[in-house]
């Protein structure tokens, strides 16, 4: 097995495998990774069997801390497989990065982001008994909330009946190219709320939709005079969607705007998508709850479904 770190003369081969892999996502093609190259020392990895590629690692190295990270710029980022590497292979695979890590960098932690299940294409869970068997300890477990369209729980009484309300009020639901003006509400709203801002800039988030046309869209919710009332930017997948970011104004808020919007999203728009990702409600590494926003998921029928990190440590 050969290991060899990435440089951008490998980009389309990148971007090939991960198109056809078990378990990539858009997330971890080279122009969303380098987005913000700028903040992180990638360090991701290409492994290969008799010259053919078999499996990519995205990371990013952090020298000062001694570790790697899969990847600190991304939701997840661990092994991302084809269809032909087996279980025992990935065993192989593991034993053989712990010696690369050590020999080649000096390197002897690693943190680890799962990808969750939800968005392989068929089974790829190899990486985590590879992990249990190089005794990986979890590090943090965030909950996502999540409807499977397929066996949906119904909502609650009171959403369904914010969602009728709405209805009645003229709300009207679309995709919009207007970026500006959901980034100003969304923003406003983090700021007041939670002291905080947005993970992307509104120029990232823009050079991102203009990479990803059909994979990144923003809906918004206008009042009858035609004023915005909320919206939500939303990640498109093969076999589901995952609410980005979500924002109404107060006036939105008390219309149920978010409520009818969503309710199109699950019921109409992206009806034939296996699952609905609402995203995760807590903070500090998973020990903390927002109960309001996880109750507010779980009002749609959404259930729990975890993503993990472990953390590697070898001699």
Not at 19 to 25: A, D, F, K, V
């Amino acid at each position: 097995m050969q290991i060899i770190g990435y440089t951008p003369e490998r980009k389309e081969e990148w971007d090939a495998f991960v198109r056809t892999s078990r378990n990539g996502t858009f997330l971890l093609l080279r122009d969303y990774m380098d987005y913000h190259a700028d903040r992180f020392t990638d360090c991701s990895l290409m492994f290969y069997r008799e010259g053919k590629l078999m499996a990519l690692l995205p990371a990013n190295l952090r020298k000062e801390e001694q570790t790697i990270y899969s990847h600190q710029g991304l939701t997840y980022g661990g092994l991302i497989v084809g269809e032909n590497i087996t279980t025992l292979r990935v065993l192989e695979l593991f034993e053989k990065l712990e010696k690369w890590l050590k020999d080649e960098l000096g390197i002897h932690r690693m943190v680890y982001k799962v990808i969750p299940y939800i968005y392989h294409r068929c089974p790829a869970e190899e990486d985590l008994y590879a992990l249990f068997r190089r005794c990986a300890k979890l590090r943090s477990r965030a909950v996502a909330s999540v409807i499977e369209q397929s066996h949906k729980i119904a909502m609650r009484k009171g959403r369904k009946s914010t969602i009728k309300q709405a209805r009645k009020s003229g709300i009207s639901i679309a995709e919009s190219e207007d970026f500006v003006a959901f980034w100003e509400l969304l923003s406003k709203l983090l700021s007041d709320k939670y002291a905080t801002k947005p993970v992307h800039s509104l120029e990232e988030i823009t050079r991102l939709k203009a990479l990803f046309p059909q994979e990144i869209h923003l809906f918004i919710a206008t009042s009858e005079e035609g004023k915005l009332l909320g919206g939500s930017i939303v990640y498109e997948f093969e076999n589901l969607i995952h609410a980005q970011y979500i924002a109404a104004s107060p006036e939105g808020k008390e219309m149920g705007a978010i409520d009818l919007l969503y309710a199109y999203l699950i019921d109409e728009r992206y009806a034939d998508k296996r699952y609905i990702d609402f995203g995760t409600s807590v903070e500090q590494g998973g020990w903390m709850v927002n109960e309001g926003l996880l109750r507010q998921k779980e009002a749609f029928g959404a259930r729990a479904v975890v993503y993990d990190t472990y953390e590697w440590e070898f001699a």
